[in-house]
Nanobody, 114 residues
Framework: QVQLVESGGGLVQAGGSLRLSCSAF????????MGWYRQAPGKQRERVAD??????RYYGDSVKGRFTISRDGKGTVWLQMNSLKPEDTAVYYC?????????WGQGIQVTVSS
């Protein structure tokens, strides 16, 4: 059983920064990919960023140049979010792609005030 625990969300003014983290607990043998998604009210879940086991990174167009994804080798992934905008307001979810399947965190709220 694998559990993902997120932290670091909250309320910030536009132009500010937040750093999200997500750590995996349980039977972790091989992590293929670690990533972040977000879902704003009334919108579909959006892929924000991810990083492969080889270090390859993907960023959505709306966050390129502002967000940075990083990871360690022990099951933690971070999302550094700079120059935040009100449209970044959403519930952010981490997702780990393991050999055993895909696992999601419980979600954490990020609110950016104008």
């Amino acid at each position: 059983q694998v559990q993902l625990v997120e932290s670091g969300g909250g309320l910030v003014q536009a132009g500010g920064s937040l750093r999200l983290s997500c750590s995996a607990f349980g039977s972790i043998f091989s992590i293929n990919q670690m990533g972040w998604y977000r879902q704003a009210p009334g919108k579909q879940r959006e892929r924000v960023a991810d990083i492969t086991s080889g270090g390859g990174r993907y960023y959505g167009d709306s966050v390129k140049g502002r967000f940075t994804i990083s990871r360690d080798g022990k099951g933690t992934v971070w999302l550094q979010m700079n120059s935040l905008k009100p449209e970044d307001t959403a519930v952010y979810y981490c997702r780990f792609s393991l050999v055993a399947g895909n696992y999601w965190g419980q979600g954490i709220q990020v609110t950016v005030s104008s």
